[in-house]
């Protein structure tokens, strides 16, 4: 009978370890599940920042590339304007010339401080997290996208050169050039 009962406290003990052991396994996968999700959240909210952190850089790279290509652009339509006024004392036309250039000038300058202001206010959304932008990742990362066509709005827009400066009287001469040839052959 002596043996029995130490069978039974060794069994009991055991059991007792075994419930002890799972109780602190228990409490551990609890602790180690909420160590878990404050680890995956952080992780999302540095992901969240450094994208915005990304589109913001993105974003004053495309303002700064616009402003230094537009601080560019007037000294050029400046000295194309000049020549070109000045060819006008050979060829009257080219003050025709000369308007569509100051035209397009006039264009891009209307337009530019309204684009610059757009970027702006879309880099404050971002900032306030109110918005990401879905802006493509560099050319090294993004895919290759096929070019866009323009709608014909857009190309009934478009400021067209003088008809006196168009290529395609030079087709007209060719053909003048070879009827007489053709005829005489």
Do not use: H
Request: proline residues 6%.
């Amino acid at each position: 009978m002596f043996g029995k009962d130490d069978l039974v406290d060794n069994l009991s003990r055991d059991l007792d370890r075994a419930r002890l052991r799972r109780d602190a396994l228990a409490s551990e996968a609890t602790t180690l599940t909420a160590q878990i999700a404050e680890i995956e959240a952080r992780l999302s909210e540095e992901k969240t920042r450094r994208e915005r952190e990304r589109v913001l850089a993105e974003i004053e790279a495309i303002r700064t590339r616009i402003k230094q290509a537009a601080g560019a652009f007037a000294p050029v339509v400046d000295g194309l304007s000049r020549a070109i006024e000045s060819a006008s004392a050979v060829v009257p036309e080219a003050r025709e010339l000369n308007s569509f250039v100051v035209s397009v000038a006039t264009e891009i300058d209307s337009v530019l401080d309204p684009l610059l202001r757009e970027l702006d206010q879309r880099a404050d959304a971002v900032r306030a997290g109110q918005a990401v932008l879905d802006l493509p990742r560099p050319a090294s990362e993004a895919p290759i996208v096929p070019p866009i066509e323009p709608s014909k709005d857009s190309i009934d827009r478009l400021l067209r050169f003088p008809a006196w400066l168009s290529r395609d009287k030079e087709p007209e001469k060719k053909e003048t050039a070879e009827t007489p040839r053709s005829t005489a052959a």
